[in-house]
C-alpha cells in the first residue's frame, strides 16, 4: 500500500455528517482507511510542483478573452480592473493559505476546501454549499475543457478538408478518449510533469497570439481601430459588469486547498513560494494578451481573439502556421486543464469506492476507478457535445461559482480564525473586500445571466459549432 500521507480532517471528531469539530488527524499520522486522501491527494511535492499546479488551474486559454473583457470596459476602468483582480486574488489566496498554515500548526491539517470552511466557520451547512459550489465549477470546467479542445481539433481540420465528414461531436469523443487514458494517472502530484509543460504551453500560445495581435494591428487589413464603448448608460453597465465576471472566472480555481494538500508536510511557507511563482506567470500571460488583443481589435474584439484572427470572411490576420502552432498548445494545455480540475471529483469518488487498507493499484481499487473516472468523462463529454455553447456560461460561473470560493470565503475565514482586532486595517479591509465581491457577484450573476437571455436564440442543442 502507498503511504496516505495526507490529512483529514473527517478522521476526527464529527457531527454525523462527516464534518470535522476541528479533532483532526495530527500531522506525521496517516488519515485511516481515507483513500482519497491516500491515493488521490498523496502530500509528496515541493513548492515549485504546487506552482504548477496553480499555474495550469489559472493561466488557461481564458487569457484568450481578456481583450474582450476590456472590450466592455474601455481602457482605463479594463486595465485598472485586471491589475486590482490580480492583486485581489494574490492577497485572497495568501490568506486563504496562512488559514491552512494555522489550522496545521494546531493539529487540523486540511487537504479538502470543504472540510476547512466548515472547521473554521463551524456551520455544517457550509460543507455542503462548498461541495456543491465546487463540484459544479470543476464539472463545469471540464466540460468547457472537453469542448474548447474539440473545437481547436476542429479548426485545425476543417483548415486541412475544409469539407469533411467529421463533425464537432466526433472531435469530443477523441478529446474524452485521450483525457479518459490519462486520467489513470493516480494522483494529482502525478500531473506535476504534466503541469509543467502546461505552464510552458501558456507561455507560448499567448506569445505567439500576442505577436498575431501586434501583427494584425499594423496590417491594411486590420480593423479601424474604435475602442468606444455603447451609448446606453445602462448597457456600458451591464458590459462592466459582465467583464467583471469573465475575470473572476479567469482568476479563479477554486481548489488552492486541494492543491495545497499536494504539499509534503509541514505545509506552512510553501504555498506563498507556488504563490509567487504562479503570479509572475498570470502578469505576463495576461496583461500581454489583454493589451495586444484590444489594441489590435478594439471594440470589435471577438470573445476568443484567436476567432478576431482568423475572420470568418476575409483572409487570415496572421501567418497559418501561427496560428496552427498556437491552436496546438492551447489544445494541448486544455488536456492538463481538464485533469486539473477533474481530480476533486476524483478524490470524491475514490473516497468512496477505494479500500485505503489494499494496494493503489491493486485489482480492488484499480477496477472502479478505472469505471469512475471513464464514466465521468463520458458524461463530460455528453454535455459538451449536448451544449456546445457552453463557453456562453463562462460570466455566469465566475460571478456564482468562484466569487464566493476564491473572493468571499477566503477574507470571511481569515477573519474567523485569526481572529484580527476587528478595528485593526486587516479586519476592516477584509470585510470591504468581502462585502463589494459578494455585490459584484449578485450584480454580475444577473448580468451575465441577462446575455445568456438574449443570446438564447443562438442555442441548439448537439449542434455542430460553438456558439461565441
Given at each position: 500500500?502507498?503511504?496516505?500521507?495526507?490529512?483529514?480532517?473527517?478522521?476526527?471528531?464529527?457531527?454525523?455528517?462527516?464534518?470535522?469539530?476541528?479533532?483532526?488527524?495530527?500531522?506525521?499520522?496517516?488519515?485511516?482507511?481515507?483513500?482519497?486522501?491516500?491515493?488521490?491527494?498523496?502530500?509528496?511535492?515541493?513548492?515549485?510542483?504546487?506552482?504548477?499546479?496553480?499555474?495550469?488551474?489559472?493561466?488557461?486559454?481564458?487569457?484568450?478573452?481578456?481583450?474582450?473583457?476590456?472590450?466592455?470596459?474601455?481602457?482605463?476602468?479594463?486595465?485598472?480592473?485586471?491589475?486590482?483582480?490580480?492583486?485581489?486574488?494574490?492577497?485572497?489566496?495568501?490568506?486563504?493559505?496562512?488559514?491552512?498554515?494555522?489550522?496545521?500548526?494546531?493539529?487540523?491539517?486540511?487537504?479538502?476546501?470543504?472540510?476547512?470552511?466548515?472547521?473554521?466557520?463551524?456551520?455544517?451547512?457550509?460543507?455542503?454549499?462548498?461541495?456543491?459550489?465546487?463540484t459544479t465549477i470543476n464539472t463545469g470546467v471540464s466540460i468547457?475543457?472537453?469542448?474548447?479542445?474539440?473545437?481547436?481539433?476542429?479548426?485545425?481540420?476543417?483548415?486541412?478538408?475544409?469539407?469533411?465528414?467529421?463533425?464537432?461531436?466526433?472531435?469530443?469523443?477523441?478529446?474524452?478518449?485521450?483525457?479518459?487514458?490519462?486520467?489513470?494517472?493516480?494522483?494529482?502530484?502525478?500531473?506535476?510533469?504534466?503541469n509543467f509543460v502546461s505552464l510552458l504551453l501558456s507561455l507560448?500560445?499567448?506569445?505567439?497570439?500576442?505577436?498575431?495581435?501586434?501583427?494584425?494591428?499594423?496590417?491594411?487589413?486590420?480593423?479601424?481601430?474604435?475602442?468606444?464603448?455603447?451609448?446606453?448608460?445602462?448597457?456600458?453597465?451591464?458590459?462592466?459588469?459582465?467583464?467583471?465576471?469573465?475575470?473572476?472566472?479567469?482568476?479563479?480555481?477554486?481548489?488552492?486547498?486541494?492543491?495545497?494538500?499536494?504539499?509534503?508536510?509541514?505545509?506552512?511557507?510553501?504555498?506563498?513560494?507556488?504563490?509567487?511563482?504562479?503570479?509572475?506567470?498570470?502578469?505576463?500571460?495576461?496583461?500581454?494578451?489583454?493589451?495586444?488583443?484590444?489594441?489590435?481589435?478594439?471594440?470589435?474584439?471577438?470573445?476568443?481573439?484567436?476567432?478576431?484572427?482568423?475572420?470568418?470572411?476575409?483572409?487570415?490576420?496572421?501567418?497559418?502556421?501561427?496560428?496552427?502552432?498556437?491552436?496546438?498548445?492551447?489544445?494541448?494545455?486544455?488536456?492538463?486543464?481538464?485533469?486539473?480540475?477533474?481530480?476533486?471529483?476524483?478524490?470524491?469518488?475514490?473516497?468512496?469506492?477505494a479500500d485505503a487498507a489494499q494496494g493503489r493499484f491493486s485489482?480492488?481499487?484499480?477496477?472502479?476507478?478505472?469505471?469512475?473516472?471513464?464514466?465521468?468523462?463520458?458524461?463530460?463529454?455528453?454535455?459538451?457535445?449536448?451544449?456546445?455553447?457552453?463557453?456562453?456560461?463562462?460570466?455566469?460561473?465566475?460571478?456564482?461559482?468562484?466569487?464566493?470560493?476564491?473572493?468571499?470565503?477566503?477574507?470571511?475565514?481569515?477573519?474567523?480564525?485569526?481572529?484580527?482586532?476587528?478595528?485593526?486595517?486587516?479586519?476592516?479591509?477584509?470585510?470591504?473586500?468581502?462585502?463589494?465581491?459578494?455585490?459584484?457577484?449578485?450584480?454580475?450573476?444577473?448580468?451575465?445571466?441577462?446575455?445568456?437571455?438574449?443570446?438564447?436564440?443562438?442555442?441548439?442543442?448537439?449542434?455542430?459549432?460553438?456558439?461565441?
Open positions: 500500500m502507498a503511504p496516505a500521507a495526507a490529512f483529514d480532517a473527517e478522521a476526527g471528531a464529527t457531527n454525523g455528517n462527516g464534518v470535522s469539530h476541528g479533532h483532526g488527524t495530527k500531522p506525521g499520522l496517516t488519515a485511516v482507511g481515507d483513500a482519497g486522501a491516500a491515493f488521490v491527494l498523496e502530500s509528496k511535492g515541493t513548492w515549485w510542483h504546487a506552482g504548477f499546479h496553480l499555474t495550469t488551474a489559472i493561466v488557461g486559454p481564458t487569457v484568450l478573452t481578456l481583450p474582450y473583457a476590456l472590450r466592455g470596459t474601455g481602457w482605463a476602468l479594463g486595465l485598472t480592473l485586471l491589475s486590482a483582480m490580480a492583486a485581489v486574488t494574490l492577497y485572497e489566496y495568501s490568506l486563504m493559505s496562512r488559514v491552512l498554515d494555522h489550522c496545521e500548526a494546531r493539529g487540523r491539517r486540511h487537504i479538502r476546501f470543504r472540510e476547512l470552511a466548515a472547521d473554521v466557520l463551524g456551520s455544517g451547512w457550509m460543507f455542503y454549499f462548498v461541495v456543491t459550489v465546487q468547457g475543457a472537453i469542448l474548447l479542445a474539440a473545437d481547436c481539433l476542429e479548426i485545425m481540420y476543417t483548415s486541412l478538408a475544409p469539407h469533411g465528414p467529421l463533425k464537432l461531436y466526433h472531435f469530443i469523443i477523441m478529446v474524452a478518449v485521450v483525457l479518459a487514458f490519462l486520467s489513470q494517472l493516480p494522483s494529482f502530484h502525478s500531473l506535476r510533469h504534466i507560448g500560445y499567448t506569445i505567439l497570439v500576442s505577436a498575431a495581435c501586434i501583427r494584425a494591428g499594423l496590417s491594411k487589413n486590420a480593423p479601424v481601430k474604435d475602442y468606444s464603448l455603447s451609448s446606453s448608460k445602462s448597457e456600458q453597465t451591464f458590459d462592466a459588469f459582465l467583464s467583471i465576471s469573465i475575470l473572476a472566472s479567469v482568476f479563479g480555481n477554486g481548489i488552492l486547498p486541494e492543491i495545497q494538500a499536494t504539499l509534503a508536510p509541514p505545509a506552512a511557507g510553501k504555498m506563498m513560494k507556488a504563490l509567487v511563482l504562479c503570479y509572475s506567470v498570470v502578469v505576463f500571460t495576461f496583461f500581454l494578451s489583454s493589451i495586444t488583443g484590444y489594441w489590435a481589435f478594439g471594440s470589435h474584439v471577438q470573445s476568443n481573439v484567436l476567432k478576431s484572427l482568423m475572420p470568418d470572411s476575409g483572409p487570415a490576420l496572421a501567418p497559418t502556421w501561427l496560428l496552427g502552432v498556437a491552436v496546438l498548445f492551447v489544445l494541448l494545455q486544455l488536456l492538463a486543464i481538464g485533469l486539473v480540475y477533474s481530480q476533486v471529483a476524483y478524490e470524491i469518488m475514490e473516497k468512496s469506492s485489482r480492488r481499487n484499480l477496477v472502479p476507478r478505472l469505471l469512475l473516472r471513464t464514466l465521468y468523462l463520458a458524461f463530460c463529454a455528453l454535455m459538451a457535445a449536448m451544449l456546445p455553447f457552453f463557453g456562453d456560461i463562462v460570466g455566469v460561473v465566475g460571478a456564482i461559482g468562484f466569487i464566493p470560493l476564491d473572493f468571499v470565503l477566503p477574507v470571511l475565514m481569515y477573519n474567523m480564525a485569526l481572529a484580527p482586532p476587528r478595528r485593526s486595517p486587516v479586519f476592516l479591509a477584509n470585510t470591504a473586500v468581502m462585502v463589494v465581491f459578494a455585490g459584484v457577484g449578485a450584480i454580475g450573476a444577473f448580468a451575465s445571466i441577462r446575455k445568456l437571455a438574449l443570446d438564447a436564440d443562438k442555442f441548439k442543442l448537439f449542434s455542430n459549432n460553438v456558439v461565441d
